[in-house]
């Protein structure tokens, strides 16, 4: 728990609107902006409750980010009674991200759900009728991100983090043990063996951070693709998604009959929608070719988004596409909701079960708004990796590997100075700590359940 | 007949490690103190190994010795051997471990509290506590013949006697340790007035005769040449000692013992209390570590005036015949003469989170306890208690607030603070990594960190004080001196560094930062610039201070975290069931535990950092007065 320390956030929505406000709050607000805001004067120069034009700039590669306003407001008349920054980024999605990366490196953590408005309540500064609203927002946004959480732990990055961090306890279990139980005779780990671990770790540990480039995923884009079995209205959504005409509609089944792309920005997550030709047994080799390529294209989506008709229900042929799917993200779209009524609807979403199902009349234009925010939202969760590699998507899950990482570090240079092992321990420790702050375990039991399981030790 | 036999203000129930040092508080304290015991002969009793300290066990005698207690200079004036373990490992965990004459130490300790004022030792049982109509506060304590002793405070230390159970093999009686009579009767009163009591499980090896023993199969282990005492008020200590020694199991002794398992208590269900992980017994370690072919036995002396010797790491519940029948397989125990068998034992302990941090019950006005009785285990663990205890006992008399240490403070205050916030289910023992600031918690700085508080509590007298003073003083001006002094690249450090393959110097440096070269020691430094005649303990603490100084910052940044936490403090009358917005578990908890502060309430198992928010905002709301403004 840290609640007096310095934290930022971006404060309008993510991906759209044309400008970002990024906020930082605490004590070391102005020194944090120092290190990366260039302008014409220095930050301690600049009067509080200005605004000053300048450029983020990288400090160590010195490239620059944006071209920003930033907004210094000192203590105590601020939102939060904290010294507080405000940067207006204008680069997009991409860019903010670099900005916030820079901020979280440079001495700021992420803040959680609600917490400048905790803060400004705690400090003070809101009417106390604002508390009860703060308390379920936070409770809202544990459910919310518990739920993240949850996803996450099955996913290959919290298998990829618990692994790491198992790793650590065991080293900490190993030194521990022979600090204390030094006259058991239980194998000491050597230095060279916690070092060469060490190394390793930090290597796993930096390539992971290095997933953290969403601004590789935004500028590939995410790779959607429509799904369906013939006639259920493909060609209309990516139409919709893509607000032109591009692929033909006809009510006549099969008329797509090759893959047609087409880049968009859904919500500002760039995205290449693939409209596939639909999928059924047929003895028509053109047709059958374009199957062939919907299941390839299907194969390498990001996210499919699987097509049911309302008026026919699920038939046989979507069973058999559904189950090419399996463990694959999709969302499930009934559409033309216009032509069936709302029993038969719970019926299909009976039938499908637990994936997340959506329901759009393409036709009418209705329920795309809802499509796209669902993207948006998996996204944003870390719900679409790219190509199932293990990815960082999480700005504080970020801000903590790093963190590990450098904790690692300084684990390694106590290591190259000569310090005693004990030394060593302290920043193998914290790196564990923080990779248990995403994971949700604690350090403590699980070197002592470590120590006890592995070594017979005692009187 | 029930009788009145006297007025104190503070009662300890139990003479062993824990009550000894409560007593010795209270009294000192100006308290008018008795201390109970069933056997006066078993005050301060090692019915375990008789050795004090090891890793964090001898950080917690030397804060016992920072806040004015009596263990360090107890063990200093009758030790046999001394060491120090953990000696190439980093200052945070230096440890002093002595092999106490077990017999010496309890004379010595019995006679240190027989000479001291404001104390009487009785000899009885203690089988009912006596409270006040509602329960809810302390007036006396009752004794198996019918004695009445008024009290303001009692202090529970009854270590493994209430209503302690003896188990042999399949033969299993009524009995406390060391062959002492149980105390059946108290469990029974502390339910009464609506105490949660816990089974906890403990158990010993077997005694041996020295004379049936063959050294010259086992390894010796010597002591220390230079020995380092454990009390700051000890002046050098030069003595002889006396070895311990070395042997293993080997394959036979596991066949034994995997041959007979099925008549271990532990195996067929007869022990249903919870035993401590770190002690495994021997059937335990063959069973859990099938694949490792030996165990490490260490045989220590009991005493300068006994033959009996103490077998570490056999203890056993197997009955009897199997455990002579394993130790012959031992080389070195081959004609083996068994005088005290390895025996487990089961005991009635509390729910420590049942008790403040001051380790007073949270519904009980008076009533304390320490040591064993709130799930720990060691001897240096229930001092610890004992200390605390005893002080805030004498507190509560004189009506000051408590002492209670934090976790950045002491090992002791990562003791209790673990014990009453989290509570346990086997018996808890100390380790350096429980304690999360441990490069501060170090047991050569026991006294700058402590003695303070054992001042400002009454327990250290002026002229210890005063000596305190003096070395602090001595060491801060030689860090001062060092931090700006500086030495030339002369021919003379210039061979000094390459004889120490230590990187060359162009011009002048630091000698602090020198210092910091880990190939460079504070001794060394003499040849090459001219030191001050000082101490060991003032020596030691310049060179730690300088050489770490790094990692000390960065804990100390860490503690000052913790400390923002630890002072946001909760109400005690605070209603958890009514705070909208906390989760059920964490009402529960809360409710139960009543933490100090938010710092301690985060602690708790099943408190999220979710609830810790609400916690904090409710508690806002709490000091603007619960009203809008």
Redesign the interface.
């Known amino acids: ?5 310095t934290i930022a956030a971006l404060s309008t929505p993510y991906g759209t609107g044309g400008i970002g406000v990024i906020r930082i709050s605490g004590e070391f607000a102005f020194s944090v902006a120092a290190k990366i805001f260039i302008s014409s004067q220095a930050m301690e120069d600049i009067a509080s409750h200005t605004v000053s034009y300048g450029k983020i700039v990288e400090p160590e590669s010195k490239e620059m980010i944006d071209e920003v306003l930033m907004l210094k407001m000192a203590k105590p008349n601020t939102f939060t009674r904290e010294d507080v920054v405000e940067i207006h980024c204008h680069g997009g999605i991409v860019v903010i991200n670099r900005v916030m990366e820079l901020i979280f490196k440079y001495g700021a953590r992420p803040a ?1 759900a609600g917490e400048f408005t ?1 803060r400004a ?2 400090n ?1 500064r809101i ?3 604002q ?2 609203a ?3 927002l ?2 809202s946004k ?1 459910v919310e991100s518990s739920k993240a959480a949850v996803s996450h732990l099955e996913g290959r990055l919290s298998g990829k983090l618990k692994s790491l961090r198992e790793e650590l306890v065991e080293l ?1 279990a190993h030194i ?1 043990v ?8 239980i194998e000491e780990i050597t230095g060279e063996k916690v070092y060469d671990s060490l190394r390793q770790i930090k290597s796993e540990l930096c390539n992971l951070a290095k997933t953290f480039e969403r601004g590789k995923l935004l500028r590939d884009g995410i790779n959607v693709v429509i799904a369906g079995k013939p006639n259920v209205g493909k060609s209309s959504l990516l139409n919709q998604l893509s607000g032109h005409t591009r692929a033909i509609v006809t009510d006549i089944p099969g008329t797509t009959r090759d893959i047609i792309e087409e880049y968009v920005n859904i919500k500002g997550i760039p995205a290449k929608i693939t409209d596939t030709a639909g999928i059924r047994a047929t003895e028509d080799v053109v047709e059958k070719i374009g199957v062939d390529k919907a299941y390839r294209a299907i194969d390498e989506a990001d996210l499919i988004i699987m097509l049911v008709a309302a008026d026919t229900g699920v038939m046989s042929e979507d069973r058999e596409i559904l189950k090419g799917m399996k463990g694959r993200k999709k969302i499930i779209l009934i559409n033309k909701t216009d032509l069936a009524d709302s029993s038969r609807i719970q019926e299909i979403r009976r039938e499908l079960g637990t994936d997340i199902i959506l329901e759009a009349s393409v036709f009418m234009d209705q329920g795309i708004e809802g499509l796209e925010t669902a993207i948006s939202e998996m996204f944003y969760r870390g719900d679409i990796a790219k190509n199932e590699e293990v990815l960082l998507t999480n700005a504080r899950h970020k801000s903590l590997v790093d963190k590990a990482a450098t904790a690692i570090d300084q684990a390694l240079g ?1 290591f190259e ?7 060593v321990t ?1 920043d193998i ?1 914290s790196s564990a700590d923080y990779i248990g702050q995403i994971t949700g375990e604690s350090i ?1 039991e699980a ?2 359940h470590n ?2 399981s592995r070594f ?4 | 007949m029930d009788y009145f036999a006297g007025s104190y203000d503070v009662a300890v129930v139990g003479a062993g490690h824990a009550g000894c040092e409560a007593a010795l508080a209270a009294a000192r304290l100006g308290c008018r103190t008795i201390i109970f015991s069933i056997n006066l002969d078993s005050m301060a009793n090692m019915p ?2 008789p050795s004090i300290g090891g ?2 066990k001898g950080h917690l005698v030397r804060e016992i010795d920072a806040l004015g207690g009596q263990m360090g200079k107890t063990t200093d004036k009758t030790f046999i051997q001394s060491k120090i ?2 000696n ?6 230096y ?1 002093l471990r002595a092999q106490v004459d077990r017999r010496r130490y309890q004379m010595e300790m019995k006679h240190t509290l027989e000479l001291q004022e404001n104390l009487d030792i009785r000899q009885a049982e203690v089988v009912e506590l006596l409270t006040d109509e509602n329960r809810t506060r302390i007036t006396g304590v009752k004794t198996h013949t019918g004695a009445i002793f008024e009290c303001k405070a009692i202090v529970l230390t009854t270590g493994t006697y209430l209503q302690g159970r003896i188990i042999i093999g399949d033969v299993s009686y009524s009995g406390g340790p060391d062959g002492i009579f149980p105390a059946n009767r108290l469990s029974a009163s502390l339910l009464d007035l609506g105490i949660t009591l816990l089974r906890f499980k403990t158990g010993t ?1 077997a005694r041996l005769s020295r004379r049936s023993l063959d050294f010259s199969k086992m390894t010796e282990q010597p002591g220390d040449e230079v020995i380092v005492p454990f009390s700051f008020d000890t002046e050098n200590i030069e003595k002889d000692q006396v070895s311990c020694w070395l042997t293993y199991t080997n394959k036979d002794t596991h066949e034994v013992i995997r041959k007979n398992l099925h008549r271990s208590p532990l195996y067929s269900g007869n022990i249903t209390g919870i035993g ?5 017994s021997i059937e335990d ?1 063959v069973v ?2 099938a694949d ?1 072919e030996n ?2 036995v ?1 045989v220590e002396p009991m005493g300068l005036e006994t033959e009996e010797m103490y077998l ?2 056999m ?1 056993s519940s197997l009955p009897e015949d199997v455990q002579i029948d394993f130790m012959k397989t031992i080389p070195g125990l081959e004609n083996v003469k068994v005088m005290r068998s390895a025996y487990a034992i089961e005991y009635d302990g509390i729910d420590a989170t049942q008790l403040n941090l001051s380790l007073e019950f949270k519904n009980i006005d008076g009533l304390f306890s320490a040591g064993q009785i709130n799930g720990s285990s060691g001897y240096e663990e229930a001092a610890a208690q004992g200390i605390i205890a005893g002080i805030n006992a004498a507190m509560k008399i004189k009506e000051v607030k408590p002492l209670i240490l934090d976790r950045s403070q002491a090992y002791i205050g990562v003791l209790i603070d673990d014990l009453v916030t989290k509570g346990t289910r086997e018996p808890y023992r100390m ?4 304690a ?1 600031y ?2 501060l918690l170090r047991q050569d700085n026991a006294d700058l960190r402590l003695t303070p508080l054992g001042k400002e509590a009454g327990l250290i007298s002026p002229e210890r004080y005063e000596r305190f003073l003096e070395k602090k003083e001595l060491i801060q001006q030689e860090v001062a001196r060092l931090n700006s002094s500086y030495l030339p690249p002369s021919e003379e450090v210039i061979k000094y560094l390459e004889k120490r393959d230590s990187t060359p110097i162009k011009s002048g440096i630091n000698v602090a930062e020198l210092l910091r ?3 460079i020691s504070y001794e060394s430094l003499a040849e090459v610039m001219e030191l001050p005649q000082l101490p060991r303990s003032v020596r030691e603490q310049v060179e730690i201070s300088i050489k ?1 100084e790094g ?1 000390i910052k ?2 100390m940044q860490q503690v000052e ?1 913790y400390k ?2 630890e002072g946001r403090k909760l109400p005690k009358a605070m209603d958890y069931s009514g705070i ?2 906390l989760r059920l578990e964490a009402r529960q908890k809360l409710s139960q535990i009543k933490p100090d502060s ?1 710092g301690q309430a ?1 602690r708790i198992t099943g408190v ?3 609830d ?3 916690l ?2 409710h508690l ?2 709490i000091n ?1 007065g ?4």
Do not use: W
């Open positions: 728990m840290h609640f007096e320390d959680e905790k309540f705690l003070g009417d106390l009728s508390a009860e703060i308390i379920d936070i409770n544990t900490l521990e022979t600090v204390d139980y030094p006259e058991h005779d106590s100075t000569g310090m005693p092992l004990d030394m302290i420790k403590d070197v002592m120590i006890f017979c030790i005692g009187k | 375990c190994n890793t964090a373990l953990n190439s490992k980093g200052p945070a965990v440890s090896p401590p992980r770190y002690c495994p370690k859990r570590f490792k165990h490490q260490f570490q790491g203890s380790m350096t990594s429980r999360e441990r490069l070269r880990p190939e770490y990692y960065r804990q975290q923002k936490l909208q917005g938010i985060s999220s950092p979710a810790i928010s609400v904090l905002i806002e709301q603007r619960g009203a809008p403004k």
